[in-house]
């Protein structure tokens, strides 16, 4: 038995896979600031080619935050997610198979921990981090 809270999360990462996939255009999707010193807004993926324009926006730190959530590290963390997820997916009687920790239903507290780092997407319930 697949919870809501287990199949949200594989949806929620299918979309985060999907998007940084078609955001990264063919190449691998590691994104740069160009010239942070005198074009700080401008940022490049790995080809060269322009995926943010310095035109007053994003500041330098906004370019930063961009380039810190490339494609290339997004999918990184999508896969480490899913790694997650599948060494503490709740058995059938609901409890994870990895925590050893009978005398709580799952999610155990690293489940809870990961569905937490998503609790700012649309339709996550706060309940779920309820352990
Ligand atoms: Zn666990």
Redesign the pocket.
Known sequence: MIDERVEWLNARLDELEHVANEARHGGVGAWHQTDPDRESGRIEDGRGRIVVFDEGSPSGWGAEHITLHDPRSVLARVEADRRILA??LPDAHGY?P??DDNTTL?P????AALLSAHRHAPEFKEEWLNV
């Open positions: 060494a503490h994870c990895t925590c799952a155990c507290a690293t489940l």
